[in-house]
């Protein structure tokens, strides 16, 4: 993949290990057995056994849900592969600490979701090397989301994971409230880039002086999605912990984000609205989100991150109005954009063949991705066309005995999946369109090891904890306070950073 042009290919959570799991050296196609054979324990009759745990913001399904779903999935994967395969759902809540008693006691979980910490699981070697097996028994899953994409789950030459096939290309995207903006006669078709959204916001004020016109949520950095003006790769760092050691463009020097003069303008931006009135007062320490702002009547609009264009169908179902949207930058897309959700097989895996032909199932067989993400269809969910779900009637995603629905766009392919009644026709061919189009960063597919400057990395946070809020909220001025959240950064250690990405990604550019 290269730049914009060249065709190739907001919620995760979960991890799991197999008997026996912890920190051991990673295993290798000639270190590790193979066949179910091997272990006695995970084979059932003439079946091998292969634990599949997921995240879920779902309710947890009771055990004869679950296993009602499980035995349709075993009907289909006894025959195709050979496996019977046994669901670990976990609350994302509770996640973290499910992971840390399932390597502690050596229970058995063979694939899982490496949430964001890829980089981390391959340092600790948790994660299997599956690059000499992964096309060979995944390979429809490696065709699904490119051999590209396989870049950012790969370490010095080396694949240790798959990401989920979903709608990656995020934009950052206006939210508004659409009765308000055909009542003033509100033009969003002349917005551009958030600066455009002046005008309208002073009409608004102006007409609803008892409504703020953007709503910030729960001390969220929302308004950071619109950095992609800037075509900002964070370098394996997440947007929502920003630490600021950035390539910007086209360029592969390292440069302090916050030092720059596109970041400058746009707190001066920021507060301006927020002395105008614009923008919530606590918008950078309230603990409501945007949409119980907006649902509140408190509030015109918000910023979020969209892939497709059915978010503002759920907008609408959150906020309890009818809202419209205009995007505010295009998608971008850098390493973490793609390897945030990923697909991994534990190290201590003794099938990794069988865990890779089932995993491979997730993303290329519509009928084992939809009984995982929406369960036992006439039970659980009923079709209203060959593309579309709902519940059946009179149950909901609370009551339903089974469901798993807003682990779609993690759980293998997005693009295999049915799509909630009402979802435009469009969407998911727009959301695949823009993975594979969208422009990229020049160090696509590099990954940062922090490890070097842990240190520095955890007091960097806290300074960015401390001014960063009330900077891109408006709530400090940023003439005074800019200067001293840059100097605070630079005692911190954010130039020893910068320093140890520039090395390790020249390094990593001179193998290219």
């Given at each position: ?304 991150n969209q892939a497709g264009n059915y978010g503002v169908q759920e907008a609408s179902s959150m906020c309890g109005y009818e809202m419209g949207y205009v995007r505010l930058s295009q998608p971008y897309l850098d390493t973490t954009a793609v390897n945030s959700v990923t697909w991994a097989i534990s190290s201590q895996c003794k099938n990794p063949e069988k865990a890779l032909e089932f995993l491979n199932l997730t993303y290329t067989d519509a009928d084992i991705v939809n009984l995982i993400v929406f369960g036992i269809e ?135």
């Amino acid at each position: 993949m290269k730049k914009k042009g060249l065709l190739t290919l907001a919620m995760a959570a979960f991890l799991a290990f197999t008997a026996g799991c912890g920190q051991t050296a990673a295993k290798t196609p000639e270190t590790a057995g193979s066949g179910p054979a091997q272990s006695a324990a995970e084979t059932t009759g003439d079946y091998t056994k292969i634990v599949y745990s997921y995240w879920t913001m779902d309710r947890i399904p009771d055990e004869d849900a679950r296993k009602s779903v499980e035995e349709a999935i075993n009907e289909i994967t006894r025959e195709k592969i050979g496996v019977e395969v046994e669901l670990m759902p976990l609350a994302a809540s509770e996640q973290a600490q499910k992971v840390s008693l399932a390597m502690a006691s050596g229970e058995q979980l063979d694939i899982f979701n490496t949430v964001g910490d890829l980089n981390t699981y391959i340092a600790n070697n948790q994660v299997y090397d599956i690059t000499d097996l992964v096309h060979e028994y995944a390979q429809g899953a490696v065709d699904q989301v490119s051999e590209e994409f396989l870049k950012t789950t790969s370490k010095d030459g080396r694949i240790y994971a798959i990401p989920a096939d979903k709608g990656i290309a995020l934009a950052a995207t206006l939210y508004y409230r659409k009765d308000i903006a055909d009542e003033l006669g509100l033009d969003f078709s002349t917005v551009k880039e958030i600066e455009d959204l002046t005008p309208l916001y002073e009409k608004v004020t102006e007409a609803y002086p008892e409504m703020v016109a953007l709503a910030g949520g729960a001390g969220g950095l929302e308004l950071v999605h619109t950095f992609k003006d800037f075509e900002v790769d964070y370098l394996t760092d997440a947007w929502t912990k920003p630490m600021g050691a950035v390539l910007m463009g086209d360029s592969m020097t390292v440069e302090n984000l916050y030092a720059t003069e596109e970041f400058k303008g746009r707190v001066e931006l920021m507060r301006d609205w927020y002395e105008k009135g614009y923008v919530l007062k606590d918008a950078a320490t309230t603990t409501a989100s945007c949409q119980e702002t907006v649902a509140a009547g408190k509030a015109f609009s918000f910023i979020g991150n969209q892939a497709g264009n059915y978010g503002v169908q759920e907008a609408s179902s959150m906020c309890g109005y009818e809202m419209g949207y205009v995007r505010l930058s295009q998608p971008y897309l850098d390493t973490t954009a793609v390897n945030s959700v990923t697909w991994a097989i534990s190290s201590q895996c003794k099938n990794p063949e069988k865990a890779l032909e089932f995993l491979n199932l997730t993303y290329t067989d519509a009928d084992i991705v939809n009984l995982i993400v929406f369960g036992i269809e006439g039970r659980d969910y009923v079709k209203v066309s060959d593309r579309e779900m709902e519940f059946p009637e009179g149950l909901d995603a609370n009551t339903v005995p089974y469901t798993a629905q807003y682990s779609c766009g993690v759980v293998g392919s997005q693009f295999k999946q049915l799509v909630h009644a009402g979802t435009p026709e469009d969407n998911n061919d727009l959301m695949y369109r823009e993975n594979h189009e969208s422009k990229t960063s020049p160090a696509f597919g590099f990954t940062f090891d922090s490890t070097p400057v842990k240190t520095e990395y955890t007091a960097v946070t806290n300074v960015i904890n401390q001014y960063l809020p009330g900077l891109v909220w408006g709530s400090i001025d940023p003439e005074t306070e800019l200067p001293k959240f840059l100097n605070a950064l630079q005692e911190a250690g954010l130039d020893d950073i910068i320093a140890a990405k520039q090395e390790q990604l020249d390094a990593w550019a001179a193998q290219e």
